[in-house]
């Protein structure tokens, strides 16, 4: 009676593999898909399963290291800036452009025709620390200009965006310039490191532009926040106690 010429076993579990090589144009991510499109259309007997293994599951693995490491990095910006700014509202203000350069990452891919892999996810990363740079520079000087200068609010933001519009142009485009070469793919093995490039050039433009508006209205938003809060406390009469002096 024929049999298996092997029996594999798995943590205790009887396993088959079946090996499989990626075409030569085609990505990892694309045969990936294609193989679990057909997965979905199987119907498996009771008590079988199907996972990957090989390449897919150590680009799984890397990847879940890579979100840790991405969460890490946002911590460690955000207690940064606020033990710099010595306030926790304004931190949280600049750390609106993570989104915002995530906007400009996914349209960076979509245009190129990249996918999000290995490189991709480290170009993420970076930005979690480059991004916030122009925000800073625009949040501290309109602090400076509302604590120094003595300026309102609104004219404090007028006059910052106005100040600080060339050295925030001049930080993006040196960035961009000085990687556009690598996302161009020039080079013997450019095209690996090319997604990279591309999410921070793409995170870079998109954080620039929405920057020098979203973050403005942000800062307004919350400061009028505030000092709604504070002068409903101030109705409510807290933090205005203070104790009557006994006669000597």
């Excluded at 505030?226 to 009469?237: N, P, T």
């Excluded at 933090?239 to 009557?244: A, S």
């Amino acid at each position: 009676k024929p049999g298996p010429r092997e029996i594999i076993h798995r943590g205790q579990e009887r396993i088959a593999r079946v090996l499989a090589d990626v075409a030569e144009n085609q990505k990892l991510s694309d045969a990936v898909a294609s193989v679990q499109r057909q997965i979905g259309a199987m119907q498996l007997p009771p008590g079988y399963y199907i996972r990957f293994g090989g390449e897919e599951e150590r680009r799984q693995d890397s990847f879940e290291r890579l979100q840790f490491a991405l969460i890490l990095a946002l911590i460690l910006v955000y207690m940064v800036m606020a033990s710099l700014f010595e306030s926790l509202m304004h931190p949280f203000v600049i750390m609106f452009t993570m989104p915002l350069g995530a906007i400009g990452v996914i349209w960076a891919f979509y245009l190129t025709g990249q996918t999000l892999n290995l490189m991709g996810y480290i170009g993420i990363i970076m930005l979690a620390g480059i991004v916030v740079n122009n925000a800073i520079v625009l949040v501290d000087y309109i602090n400076y200009l509302r604590r120094d200068m003595g300026q309102e609010m609104n004219e404090a933001i007028v006059h910052a965006g106005c100040r600080r519009l060339r050295p925030i142009l001049m930080t993006t485009l040196t960035t961009v310039m000085g990687l556009l070469p690598l996302a161009l793919g020039f080079g013997e093995g450019a095209e690996i490191r090319a997604p990279m490039a591309v999410a921070v050039i793409g995170g870079m433009l998109s954080s620039t532009v929405l920057t020098l508006v979203i973050i403005p209205i942000v800062y307004a938003a919350f400061e009028d926040a505030i000092a709604a809060v504070k002068r409903a406390l101030g109705a409510l009469g807290v933090g205005k106690w203070v104790p009557e002096q006994q006669e000597t």
